[in-house]
């Protein structure tokens, strides 16, 4: 997504700041996936241990 500001005499320039802004908060947004992943791959590795503890032999 490029961002851009459109000054009054027409001209349009890239926003630095705005492009720099959405990057951190789309590397902020990948971080939380991530850190949910994690946790889900954990919560279901614990469920498989438990699952394989409830058996009856």
Known sequence: MNLVTVH?????V????????QQQEDQDVRAV????????TDAADLIQKIA????VP
């Not at 009054?8 to 349009?12: F, I, N, P, R």
């Not at 890239?14 to 802004?21: E, N, T």
Request: proline share 4%.
């Open 8 to 12: 009054v005499d027409g001209a349009v």
């Open 14 to 21: 890239p926003d630095v700041q705005a492009q720099q802004q």
């Open 33 to 40: 996936i991530d850190h949910l992943k994690d946790t889900l």
């Open 52 to 55: 394989i503890k409830s058996r």
